[in-house]
């Protein structure tokens, strides 16, 4: 995306991977929740990830050690002008389906059109900026743009490939359990409806042999467990049921591996550090409700949040708090001061970022961990009564008509349900009652998705390389497309011309600066309540697992694993 690639020509294989890993064997993964689909690229149902990334080859691959580069995939050849205004790739003759019909620029052509026209609104958005995609050949295909953009080769590069031959675009957009024919390393071997699926590695596979795919996908089987909660899930690890565990909470990482095979060895325990900014963990306010409308209810929920209290009291102080949308990276404001280039970017828009924010003095509102703090329960309720509530014998109520403040917080975890509860309890003493609705993993995709709540847990993961999705998390034009990942209705001409200036970058300097400026629009739109992240991945793996030595920039990766007792 940006600069040079880290690998020549002529590369063999990722540094991150062991190009010499054996296969064979099983590896069983687990997951909360279920799936009632195994198409992932439609709006509706639920289809597990693991779908795309095994089955489902694109044209090129994207590599985990460098921010944002690919190398080839599908495809043999790549070209481009300077301005990217452009791409056109070559197919390789070897490709085939699992079916082993060969890989085409028709199947190409047909899988641009098809997602852009039934696809996930990210497909639609992105591949709505091709203005012209042509069959040059057999195995040849020119996409042309209608506006310069430098993202977009990289985007279509990773562009999912279908098979024309069997799919039936009639009923493309119902969900199924027979997933999509793919290329790619594995097949479908069994599936249990919403419990269990099973995969297999095709012994015919054709890029097998290919540098982005040595020391990758090594197991024969890959077996994901589907579990109705977290408790049963963790038990199920503990007894051997399946065989790494990516933590999230820390008291189960503090307390909850005290057990004989971790104390024999028989499971290992690792903190590893990537260089990825951390996970954006929030609770949003969904501005689309009148309840939220005003920034100043939103900023007074946020004062009442007593993050040294829950942290210590919930997480054992192993969390650190959120404060900026890419944090513990370079792309971060964050105790910045803005520079003269964020500055020109940001002039247009004189309102749009807070003084603190842009000196970089601003941090995410605390406390003083007694869940008690008398400041800023006052702080609060003087916000409030600026954005017309008032607190009547107890109650927090709107000035003049009496009715009470009681948003609802959708959950979809025991784990969420817990933090809210405490959440719940520290906005009791502004006379706030707190409605936590609970539901399971259908319900909650499916309200989130059409925006049906007041507000909502989410985690925007970001890369090193944040481009054309920030439109979809963050653009105007995505508050009124269900299915984005603007959950909470922004609306920014601000935050829309960062995004156009960071997808318009050609240098990483300039890049970086134009990422900042966004961060500050974003931290000063306060359409959410900072949570935590945790400062590296914690992993547990039963010792039958191995991994590599070398950690990749996006962290270890599960697909480079291989099975140690072979």
Known sequence: MHGRPLYPPDFTHYRSVNAEAPKGGQMIQAAVGTFDSLNPFIIRGTAPPFVRWNIIESLMARSPDEAFTCY????????????????????????????????????????????????????????????????????????????????????????????????????????????????????????????????????DYWGRDLPVNRGNFNFDVLRYDFYRD??????????????????????????????????????????????????????VFNMRRDIFADVRVRQAMTELFDFPWINENLYFGLYRRNGSFYDGSELSARGRP???????????????????VMDGTWEPPTADGSARDRGKLRRALDLFSAAGWELQGGTLVAKGTGKRFAPELIVGTKDQERLALAYQNMLRRAGITL??????????????????????????????????????YFGSAAADVPGTRNFMGLKSAAADAMIEALLAARERPEFISAVR?????????RFSLPLFYTPTQ?????????????????????????QADL
Request: hydrophobic share 40%; aromatic share 10%; no cysteine.
């Open 72 to 203: 080839g995939l599908l495809a043999r050849s790549v070209t481009t002008d300077d301005a990217r205004s452009f791409v056109a790739f070559e197919i390789d003759p070897a490709a085939r389906f699992s079916d082993g019909t060969a890989v085409t620029a028709d199947d190409v052509l047909f899988s641009f059109e098809l997602l852009r026209a039934k696809g996930q609104p990210n497909h639609r958005s992105y591949y709505g900026k091709v203005a012209q995609a042509v069959v040059t050949g057999p195995l040849e295909i020119r996409f042309e743009f209608a506006t310069v953009d430098r993202e977009l080769p990289l985007i279509l590069a990773l562009m999912p490939v279908l098979a024309r031959h069997s799919i039936d675009e009639a009923r493309f957009e119902e969900t199924s359990f027979t997933a999509p024919l793919g290329s790619g390393p594995y097949t479908v071997g069994e599936v249990k409806p919403g419990d269990t699926v099973v995969l297999k590695r095709r012994p």
């Open 230 to 283: 977290v408790n049963s899930q963790f038990e199920a690890f503990k007894r051997g049921l399946y065989d790494i565990r990516f933590e999230t909470d820390p008291g189960r990482w503090k307390t909850g591996y005290n057990i004989p095979a971790v104390r024999e060895g028989r499971i290992i325990r690792e903190d590893v550090a990537n260089g990825r900014p951390k996970p954006y963990s929030a609770l």
């Open 338 to 356: 803005a520079e003269a280039p964020e500055r020109a970017l940001l002039a247009p828009f004189p309102d749009a970022v807070l003084p603190e």
């Open 435 to 472: 409605s936590i609705r609970l539901v399971d993993n259908v319900q909650f995709e499916a309200r989130k998705q059409t925006y049906d709540y007041d507000m909502v847990p989410y985690i925007w993961d970001q890369s090193l390389s944040p481009g054309n999705e920030q439109a979809f």
């Open 517 to 525: 400026a966004l961060d500050r629009v974003l931290i000063s739109a």
């Open 538 to 562: 914690w992993i547990a793996r039963w010792r039958r697992i191995a991994r590599p030595e070398n950690v990749a920039l996006a962290g270890t990766l599960a697909e480079s694993w291989w």
